[in-house]
C-alpha cells in the first residue's frame, strides 16, 4: 500500500518518531504529496530547518498556517493540484493564546500571564511543548479550515510525552492537587493567611516566603481556567483516538531510533490510538540488492583494469557500504516483525542534504510512489 | 592517553562536562566514552542520564543481559574501576535535598509523607527539572547530601536534546530568581553558578556534518551564551568519513564504465559526494563557531560495542 492508500479518509496525520529520524522532512513531504493530489493540507511543525523554512516562506510565520506559493514546486517539477499551508509552533503563543481564550475575565487573564512562575516556567517544564503542539491540532481541526492536518512531533527523545500529555494535564486539573490549592481553606489561603500546620510551616522554611506565595496565586488564578482545560484535554484525547485520525511511525535504521518505533507501536496499541504505517528514512539503497558484490572479488576482477590500489579502494567502499546495508536490511526486518509491518515504506539515503525544495519532492516521490514503483526507485539509488 | 595529559586539558578537569546536541547525533555515545577515558586516567567518574533515556545501559554492557545495567532509581551502580553510571530520579532527588535541608530526619520525612507536599510537589511547575539539575550538581560535590557518599571528580552529565536540555540547566538560575531569598533561593543560586562559570563545567555540544545539524550547533552556541551566560567549550563532530576518493580517482573509475558494476560505482560516488559535503559543512562551522571544533571518525559497524566506545572516547579525550 502506498502512502495515498493509507491516508485515504484521515483528517490528522500525527508524525511520531524519535529525534534526528527526518521527521520534520518527512512530515512536510506527507503534507506536500497530499497536496499535490488535491487536498487542502496544513503542515504543523515545531523546528524547521532554516532552509526548509525559507523555502516554504515559513520565516516570517507567527502561529498561522501559510499558504505556500504552488510556484516553487512547479520549479522542482511537481504540480500541486490543492493546497499546502505551512506552519512553525510557537508553544509560548500558543499556551498564552489558551489562557486567554479560557480565562473568565480579563483580571484572570493578566494575573496569569503577569505571573512570574507563569512567565518564567511554563515553557521550561518538560512536556510543555507536546501539550501546545496538541492544543494547536486541536484548534486547527476544529476550525475545519483543511482537510488534513499533518502534525509533526516535538523533538522529544521519548515520543510519549506526546501521547500522555492529554492525560497528564487532565490529571493535573482533575487531581486533587489543584483542588487542595484552590479551595477557600486549602493550601493558598494557609499560604497567604496564617497558615499554624505543621507541615506548611516546614514547606515556607524551604521554600522561602516569596516562592510559596507566587505559586499560590498562580495555583488560584488557574483555577479560573480548570474547566476549559479539562474540556479541551478531554476533546483532544478524542481526536487523537478518532478513526479519522493515524499515526504514523518515521525511524531511520538506526538501533535507537528502531527501538523507539517498535516501544512507540506498541504503546499506540495500548492506548487504542491508530497505527497508519511505518517510514524508515535514510536506508541504504544496496538493502534491495538481491546479489551483493563480493568486496574479495572486486580486487580480483578490477585489479587489471584500474591497478591494485585502486581496485582496494573500490573494494573497501563496496565493504563499507554493505555493511551498512546489511545493518539496515537486519533493522527492516526487525521493524516488520516487531510491528507487523509488511510494507514499510523505505525512503534511501540521498546523497545531498534533504532540506531543500528538490529535496523534498524526491523524498515525497519515494513516500506517494506505487509499491511496485518503490523497488524500481531505490534499486535506481543503488546505481542500477 | 596518559593521566599527565588529561591534567593538561582545562576542559577535561573540570568537575561538570555537560554532553549536548540535537537528537540522534551520538551524545549518549560521547558522554560514555568521555567517563570511560576520564576513569581510565585515573578519576572517579560518573556518568549521568537525564530524563529516563535509558540509552547508557546499552553502552556499557559488555555483553547482552549484562548484570551491571543502569537502573533508573537514581542509584550509583559501579561499572568499572572509577567508573560509575547513574540515571536521575527526581522523586528521590528531592527526598535527599530535603532531608540535607532540614534539620533533623523525622522533619524531612514528616514533610515528605505529607499528601500537601506530595500535591505541590507534583504540581508546582519547573520542580522536577531543578531538582534534576540540582542533583547533578551535587554529585560533584565534595560535600555529599549524604556524608557517607564519596564525592565524584568528574560528572559527566548526557543532557536530553539541545531545547530541552538548555531549558533544564536554564531552571537554576530561573529559581534563584524567582524565590529570592530562603533555601531554594541559595541552593539554585549555587547551581547556577556551577554552570555559567566556565572553571567549573564544560560544554560538549555533539553534532554531525550536515548542514542541517552544522545550522542547529551555531543556534546552540548562541543559546547557551544568552540563556546559560557562558560560552561552548567544544564542538564534537561525530561521524566523519574517511576522505578516501580523489577526483583523479573517480575519474578512472568512470572511464572504466560498465566493466565496473554499478553497485560498486554508486558507492563511490555517493562516498565521494558525502564526503564533500561533509567536509563543506565542517568548514563552515569552524569559520561560524566561536568554540573549538574536534572530529570524530564514522565507524562502519552496525551498533557500537563497549571497545568501540571506549577507543572513541579516547580519541576524543586526547583532542579536547
Known amino acids: 500500500m502506498s502512502v495515498a492508500e493509507r491516508l485515504e479518509g484521515k483528517s490528522v496525520c500525527v508524525v511520531a518518531g524519535s529525534g534526528g529520524v527526518g521527521k520534520t522532512t518527512s512530515s512536510a513531504a506527507l503534507a506536500l504529496g497530499l497536496a499535490a493530489a488535491g487536498q487542502r493540507v496544513a503542515v504543523i511543525t515545531i523546528d524547521p530547518a532554516k532552509r526548509l523554512a525559507n523555502a516554504l516562506g515559513m520565516q516570517e510565520l507567527g502561529n498561522e498556517p501559510r499558504l505556500v506559493a504552488p510556484a516553487v514546486f512547479a520549479a522542482a517539477g511537481l504540480e500541486v493540484k490543492g493546497e499546502l499551508w505551512a506552519m512553525m509552533l510557537d508553544a509560548k503563543a500558543t499556551f498564552d493564546g489558551l489562557i486567554e481564550r479560557l480565562a473568565p475575565d480579563a483580571a484572570t487573564r493578566d494575573e496569569i500571564l503577569g505571573n512570574r ?60 492537587a489543584l483542588k487542595l490549592f484552590l479551595t477557600p481553606t486549602g493550601f493558598a489561603a494557609k499560604v497567604v493567611g496564617r497558615g499554624t500546620g505543621v507541615v506548611f510551616a516546614i514547606m515556607k522554611r524551604v521554600t522561602g516566603v ?27 484525547k478524542a481526536l487523537l483516538a478518532d478513526p479519522a485520525t493515524t499515526f504514523l511511525i518515521v525511524t531511520s535504521p538506526q538501533k535507537e531510533p528502531v527501538e523507539e518505533a517498535i516501544f512507540f507501536r506498541g504503546k499506540l496499541r495500548e492506548a487504542g490510538m491508530p497505527f497508519g504505517g511505518l517510514v524508515i528514512n535514510r536506508v541504504d539503497p544496496g538493502v534491495g540488492e538481491p546479489e551483493p558484490l563480493d568486496p574479495q572479488a572486486i580486487v580480483e576482477e578490477l585489479s587489471g583494469l584500474l591497478g591494485e590500489p585502486l581496485a582496494k579502494k573500490v573494494s573497501r567502499t563496496v565493504a563499507d557500504a554493505q555493511v551498512l546495508a546489511e545493518r539496515d536490511a537486519a533493522a527492516i526486518a526487525r521493524l516488520r516483525a516487531e510491528l507487523d509491518e509488511r510494507e514499510p515504506i523505505l525512503v534511501p539515503l540521498m546523497d545531498a542534504d534533504v532540506h531543500d525544495v528538490a529535496g523534498l519532492v524526491a523524498v515525497q516521490r519515494h513516500l506517494f510512489a506505487p509499491a511496485a514503483d518503490r523497488e524500481r526507485l531505490l534499486a535506481e539509488a543503488n546505481g542500477a | 592517553m596518559s593521566a ?56 556499557f554492557a559488555r555483553e547482552s543481559g549484562d548484570p551491571r545495567s543502569v537502573p533508573a ?24 535535598w530535603l532531608a540535607a535541608q532540614l534539620p533533623s530526619k523525622s522533619l524531612a520525612e514528616l514533610l515528605t509523607r505529607s499528601q500537601v507536599f506530595q500535591y505541590f510537589a507534583a504540581a508546582a511547575p519547573g520542580v522536577r527539572e531543578i531538582v534534576t539539575v540540582t542533583k547533578v550538581w551535587e554529585l560533584a560535590q565534595a560535600n555529599r547530601w549524604d556524608k557517607k557518599a564519596p564525592p565524584y571528580d568528574v560528572v559527566v552529565v548526557d543532557l536530553p536534546a539541545s531545547g530541552h536540555g538548555i531549558g533544564l540547566l536554564r531552571t537554576a538560575r530561573t529559581f534563584a530568581d524567582v524565590a529570592r531569598v530562603g533555601p531554594i533561593a541559595s541552593q539554585a543560586g549555587r547551581v547556577r553558578d556551577t554552570v555559567e562559570d566556565p572553571s567549573r563545567s564544560a560544554f560538549v555540544a555533539v553534532a554531525l556534518p550536515g548542514e542541517l545539524p552544522v545550522t542547529e550547533t551555531l543556534e546552540l552556541e548562541a543559546l547557551v551564551a544568552s540563556e546559560l551566560r557562558r560560552p561552548l567549550d567544544a564542538i564534537v563532530v561525530n561521524a566523519l568519513l574517511k576522505r578516501r576518493w580523489t577526483a583523479a580517482d573517480l575519474d578512472r573509475l568512470e572511464a572504466a564504465g560498465a ?46 560495542g563497549r571497545e568501540q566506545v571506549a577507543a572513541l572516547g579516547a580519541e576524543l579525550a586526547g583532542k579536547l
Open chain 1, 117 to 176: 512562575i507563569y512567565s518564567e516556567l511554563s515553557g521550561a517544564v518538560a512536556g510543555s511543548q507536546e501539550f501546545t503542539a496538541i492544543a494547536r491540532l486541536y484548534d486547527l481541526h476544529r476550525e475545519g479550515d483543511f482537510d488534513v492536518l499533518v502534525l509533526d512531533t516535538p523533538p522529544s527523545r521519548n515520543a510519549l510525552d506526546f501521547l500522555d500529555a492529554p492525560d497528564r494535564l487532565t490529571a493535573f486539573f482533575q487531581g486533587r
Open chain 1, 210 to 236: 516569596d516562592l510559596i506565595s507566587d505559586l499560590s496565586v498562580f495555583f488560584r488564578s488557574l483555577g479560573g481556567v480548570v474547566d476549559g482545560f479539562e474540556e479541551r484535554a478531554a476533546g483532544v
Open chain 2, 4 to 59: 599527565a595529559s588529561l591534567t593538561t586539558s582545562p576542559l577535561l578537569s573540570r568537575e561538570l562536562i555537560f554532553v549536548t546536541g540535537k537528537g540522534g547525533v551520538g551524545k549518549t555515545t560521547v558522554a560514555a566514552g568521555l567517563g570511560m577515558a576520564l576513569a581510565a586516567a585515573g578519576r572517579r567518574t560518573i556518568v549521568c542520564e537525564v530524563g529516563a533515556q535509558r540509552r547508557l545501559p546499552a553502552l
Open chain 2, 73 to 96: 532509581n537514581g542509584e550509583e551502580v559501579a561499572l568499572d574501576e572509577r567508573l560509575w553510571a547513574t540515571s536521575i530520579d527526581p522523586n528521590r532527588s528531592l527526598r535527599e
Open chain 2, 259 to 304: 566493466a565496473v558494476p554499478g553497485p560498486a560505482r554508486r558507492a563511490a560516488r555517493s562516498e565521494t559526494v558525502r564526503t564533500q559535503a561533509q567536509q563543506s559543512q565542517l568548514a563552515r562551522l569552524r569559520r561560524e563557531a566561536v568554540a573549538a571544533v574536534v572530529t570524530l571518525p564514522f565507524v562502519p559497524a552496525p551498533t557500537l
